[in-house]
């Protein structure tokens, strides 16, 4: 079993704000425009992690979303050609590029890559202690500023270099791929023997995930359209030659997307409505921590070691 990490901690829950509301409005009617021009029809399908049966879950913007039966990820079948055209579609790229996005990002985003640098610095030399400086490959990272700080972090001897590297960095992408395999096995060949692999991964089996279902403001085609489970990443992953060092859920913001998004609660989820309505902030820190510490928040961090051939 991969190590988790239970060093997560909030004093006590509060609205971190790192969305910026207007910038990512625009961003989101962008990729509605998008979307409601190139739709996905394609319905019940095996699962793309597991490959078992799966069951409808949702319909976002006329895209079909399934559960796994057997790993619980969620994902939605989308052609490739259509998520190709997506991560290409000129308005999207530009607006992501313009100073309103990239500023509004550097502000909002700061604490979570200072967070992210110091995680992934203390990794490697746990991992790797025979290696002081690593080349580093960062894949499709959008903001500018951020590259700027992993190419001159302590830890980087060379940063996007050619072919192949001993830390590949795959942040916050894994969610808007067509086939999971495909692209793993495209990473794995960008890694050294012996080298790592470094995720963020939206999951599906996190808490505000099943709860909001469709609900959630953050879950969208053609933006989010893999949500695995944390026994589907584990499944993937090794099917596609990866050893996972660790696996964890620092998420702190599961109870803070489903307050915001209360008034699409299902009736019936008595348990939910009780917690947010008649329980103070002190116990909703509590149970996001809970969530944390179990693996049940919806963020994951993966390290994942290329197995050698």
Known sequence: ?????????????????????????????????????????????????????????????EVYYNRCNNCFSIFAKVEKNIIKSYKTYPPLVAYRQSKEYQESAEVRRDGIWLDFLFWLEYRLARY????????????????????????????????????????????????????????????????????????????????????????????FPYETILLPSIEGLQIILQKTGFDILEISTPGSHDIEHVLQNKEYLSKDNHFIHYLIENTDKTILAEFQRFLQKSGMSSHARVIARKKSE
Not at 26 to 34: A, C, G, M, N, V
Not at 143 to 149: A, Q
Not at 192 to 217: A, I, P, Q, T, Y
């Open 1 to 61: 079993m991969p190590l988790k990490a239970y060093s997560y901690a909030e004093s006590e829950y509060v609205d971190s704000g790192v969305i910026d509301k207007d910038v990512f409005a625009k961003e989101k009617q962008i990729i509605s425009e998008f979307v409601l021009n190139n739709p996905s029809s394609n319905k019940e399908t095996l699962c793309l992690f597991c490959g078992c049966d799966t069951n409808i879950f949702d319909m976002l913007n």
């Open 128 to 219: 790797n202690r025979n290696i002081a400086l690593f080349d580093i490959i960062d894949i499709s990272n959008r903001y500018n500023e951020f590259s700027k700080r992993i190419k001159t972090a302590s830890f980087c001897k060379s940063y996007n270099v050619e072919k192949s590297a001993d830390v590949v960095l795959f942040l916050e992408q894994f969610r808007c791929i067509a086939d999971p395999v495909e692209t793993l096995l495209e990473l794995k060949c960008m890694v050294k023997d012996n080298g790592v692999l470094v995720m963020n991964v939206r999951v599906g089996s996190g808490f505000d995930v099943l709860v909001l279902k469709g609900c959630s403001e953050t879950v």
